[in-house]
């Protein structure tokens, strides 16, 4: 079974910063490719960022490249993403997600249907 849990979320004033983190097993974290996605009211989802914690491998979209920085806890099977320089428009609810990795395919954030299991999610709200 796989189970990722996300925390994390909050609300912040534009230009501020707030770190998720996304927890799941030694098994998924290690041979999953893990991903962050978001959602805002009324749009489609996105992806934001993916990692394949064994060979450090990441991936940004390039909405948020240059603010947001994926990084692994090995110790604790926990994915983070740090989110610096927040803007109204990434208002969200923000999702980690886990699918097999396969070294043909990478590890992206690109396609959300790739992505079989999925975490309850966290809030991440930024004013202006």
């Known amino acids: 079974q796989v189970t990722l849990v996300e925390s994390g979320g909050g609300a912040v004033q534009a230009g501020g910063s707030l770190r998720l983190s996304c927890a799941t097993s030694?098994?998924?974290?290690?041979?999953?490719?893990i991903g962050w996605f978001r959602q805002a009211p009324g749009k489609e989802r996105e992806g934001v960022s993916a990692?394949?914690?064994?060979?450090?491998?990441?991936y940004y979209d390039a909405a948020v490249k240059g603010r947001f920085t994926i990084s692994q806890d090995n110790a604790l099977n926990t994915v983070y993403l740090q989110m610096n320089g927040l803007k109204p428009e990434d208002t969200a609810m923000y999702y980690c997600?886990?699918?097999?990795?396969?070294?043909?395919?990478?590890?992206?954030?690109?396609?959300?249907?790739?992505?079989?299991?999925w975490g309850q999610g966290t809030q991440v709200t930024v004013s202006s």
């Open positions: 990692i394949f914690t064994t060979d450090n491998i990441t």
């Open positions: 997600a886990a699918t097999w990795y396969k070294r043909a395919m990478g590890c992206t954030a690109e396609v959300g249907a790739d992505f079989p299991y």
């Open positions: 030694q098994y998924v974290y290690s041979t999953y490719c």
